[in-house]
Nanobody, 122 residues
């Protein structure tokens, strides 16, 4: 089983940028499709972005398309989420997740990190 640890969250002003990292250990991350999800206070967890095993295919929620970029470095066992033009609505705990199944089988992401807080001030 792979273990995931997120980092890179913090407080940023609207319009600013952050880059989240998800470091994997235990298993090579290249065996997994990877995703980023987020949960705001009082809301359900929602999909943000996903990337297939090779990194050739990427998917985004409409709310972040054009502002966020997911990428992976399998040699470093790390997945990234570059977040630009941040908005207060992006405030949430961001989670990295892994699945051995299809990249957009969102219900099949079964390994999760502990999350990292992103707060965007207006």
């Amino acid at each position: 089983q792979v273990q995931l640890v997120e980092s890179g969250g913090g407080l940023v002003q609207a319009g600013g940028s952050l880059r989240l990292s998800c470091a994997a250990s235990g298993r090579t991350v290249s065996n997994y499709a990877m995703g980023w999800f987020r949960q705001a206070p009082g809301k359900e967890r929602e999909f943000v972005a996903a990337i297939n095993r090779s990194g050739a295919s990427k998917y985004y929620a409409d709310s972040v398309k054009g502002r966020f970029t997911i990428s992976r470095d399998n040699a470093k066992n790390t997945v990234y989420l570059q977040m630009n033009s941040l908005k207060p609505d992006d405030t949430a705990v961001y989670y990295c997740a892994a699945t051995r199944l299809a990249v957009m089988a969102l219900r099949e992401y079964d390994t999760w990190g502990q999350g990292t807080q992103v707060t965007v001030s207006s």
